[in-house]
């Protein structure tokens, strides 16, 4: 499957982004599908993952603030970011795969990777 970020950009702390990651080539609903991202001089951190039937699982850094979700329909999956923090400025990675449940939250449990797409969060 191939996997498109779009959707970042350069925002005050305090806004809002929506990313996107729209799949071809294989059947969306198949995966479990994740974002991932990765700061400057850090490593690649898990995010957040939505499943095939809709349950998602957030770090704890941005619940309450982040909402993953999907449209099998549309072959799209979403990540609304509200109140920004400058901490969340990272390029983010979306992701898709059939990780067991042990490797969710890691990046190897996932196959196919989009390109990457910035976020910068200004104080």
């Known amino acids: 499957v191939q996997l498109q970020a779009s959707g970042g950009g350069l925002v005050q702390a305090g806004d809002s982004l929506r990313l996107s990651c729209a799949a071809s080539g294989r059947t969306f609903n198949n995966y479990i599908m994740a974002w991932f991202r990765q700061a400057p001089g850090k490593e690649r951190e898990f995010v957040a993952t939505?499943?095939?039937?809709?349950?998602?699982v957030y770090v704890d850094s941005v619940k309450g603030r982040f909402t993953i979700s999907r449209d099998n329909a549309k072959n799209t999956m979403y990540l609304q970011m509200n109140s920004l923090k400058p901490v969340d400025t990272a390029v983010y990675y979306c992701?898709?795969?059939?990780?067991?449940?042990?490797?969710?939250?890691?990046?190897?449990?996932?196959?196919?990777w989009g390109q990457g797409t910035l976020v910068t969060v200004s104080s």
């Open positions: 992701a898709a795969g059939q990780p067991i449940t042990s490797t969710t939250m890691r990046d190897y449990g996932y196959r196919y």
């Open positions: 939505i499943s095939r039937s809709g349950s998602k």
